[in-house]
């Protein structure tokens, strides 16, 4: 495991969703939170987590109605005009990304193909595009050498 989530990075990420943060032995907790529209979920995140002999980042997400995971974070992307945070996994040319929305809104588009990415997105049915543009909010994490992901893990859009 190459990339890792820092404190600061828990920090980042939760003055991006203005959420507190509860400090476990094992991860953190951020809860998002909207009054307005009466929404709120819980965001985990285990930067350190042993499976099956094999350290890994997991992402949880908790609402009301639903739990989402995504195993084996490999970055994540802040984006400040969107008010959101996208969580990134790969696995050979497969792409998986968890969206986690300040209003309190989520998405998750998993192993969608990393061809879908880039290039002209309006060849696609639109079935296809959302998840063509939410994840390549993170094409610069996900083209660059893999020796470069942990020193850029976020970028601000």
Known sequence: MSFKITREDIEKIAKALDAKIKEYQ??????????????????????DLEIDGHKNILISVYGPLTHLQLHNCTGYVISDLLEEITFISESGDKISGL??????????YSNVDRKV???????????????????????????KDSNDKNKNSNSDK
């Open 117 to 143: 990415l880039s290039g002209d997105f309006t060849r696609f049915g639109p079935e296809v595009i959302l998840s063509s543009i939410a994840l390549s909010l993170a094409e610069d994490i996900l083209f």
């Open 99 to 108: 969206t986690v929305e300040k209003q309190g809104g989520c998405s998750l």
């Open 26 to 47: 094992n991860h953190f907790r951020l809860e998002v939170k909207n009054v307005e529209r009466k929404l709120s979920l819980f965001l985990e995140i285990y930067p």
